[in-house]
């Protein structure tokens, strides 16, 4: 039998990680960078320094390469202020796994100790207003000019995609023949190129980060900066959707993790009726099935991130993961707001930004439709 409880090592990370995190990211803070639309890029350094970057990127090129059970604390943890501002982390980890795996070692070289270093940060666009849930129908096209490409087309909800030093990673059609899947490849495209224009979007959560469109006028891209061979970008992005989904589920465990704790703090320190309202059989078993839902969630996310460590097929794990505790999420975020009452719905506590935040779980990285199709199609039917 697999012992999933932490060890001493990876409790002292979390409580490291916590530690900065608490002192980096006070309440008051976080609810101006959501209020004004502000990513705190001082914070993202105060991570770059402490290795916290270093950890998710693959070993060969300066990261740490941590395994994902680590990381999936990290991802825990560093979401509890703020699941958006996390998503900006998630990000180096995704990107930087695709270019160690797939890109040339020269592009490597030239791009991944800058993102260890908070030098350059990169972000991903493969959804397009046409192209959602099916993802391979996507129409911006690259061609061929001399020895580099020309990019045209639109990108849809692209998080963090505007930030200073960004290098997106975009999915582009380079062959409008063949097989739909065979004709994507994936670009890494510094967001300062000209013909680039990135609008953000208005939104009603995830303000920190955000969200944009982002526009290519035949941009031209320097040839280097294709992402291994012509026509492999589906194959690419495939590789990495369990490290994606078990990614977002971490993620989301902090978040509510937060929205709970707000919670029961508020329930036992409000007073109706003459007691605390965490008194009452009503809210102490709301409280009780949010911590429940929180520790299934928790274990669901530990035995995905422990099968993608030791090799093993996950899938299906982290699909379920990803399912479960995006949906836990907006239950757990929507009975906290609850409990809180009329205090829940002003600005002046975290758990509507949780709320809203948390509202995104079950779309973006495959909606929960998509997540039960695919669970599905594991399970043989
Ligand atoms: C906050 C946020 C951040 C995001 N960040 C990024 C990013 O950084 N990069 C990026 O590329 N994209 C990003 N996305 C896009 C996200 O991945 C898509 O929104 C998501 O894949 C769904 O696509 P769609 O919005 O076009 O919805 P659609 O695909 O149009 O789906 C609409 C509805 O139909 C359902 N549906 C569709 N197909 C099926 C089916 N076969 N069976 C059953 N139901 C189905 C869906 O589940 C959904 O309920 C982000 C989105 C949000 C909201």
Sequence with gaps: MQNFEPSEEQNMMREAIRKLVQAQCPAHKVREWDRDGVFPEDVYQAMVEAGYIAMVVPSAYGGMGSPMSDCAILYEEIARPSVDFATRVALQAWGSMILADFAAEDLC????????QGQAKLSFSLTEPGSGSDAASLTTSARREGGDWLLRGQKLFSSGAHAPDNMMIVAARTDAQGDRHQGISLFLVPNDLPGITIKRLDVVGRRILGLTEVFFDDVRIPGRYLIGEEGQGWTYVGRHLERERITLAANYLGSAGSALEEAMAYAQERRQFGRPISQFQAIAHSLADMATELEAGRWMTAVAAWRYDQGLPCRKEASMAKLFVSEML???????????????????????RHWRDGRNATIGGGTSQIQRQLIARELGL
């Design 109 to 116: 070289r030239e791009v991944l100790p800058r993102v260890i």
């Design 330 to 352: 907006q239950r757990v975020t929507a009975t906290g707001m609850q409990i809180l009452g009329g205090h829940g719905y002003t600005t002046d506590y975290s758990v509507q």
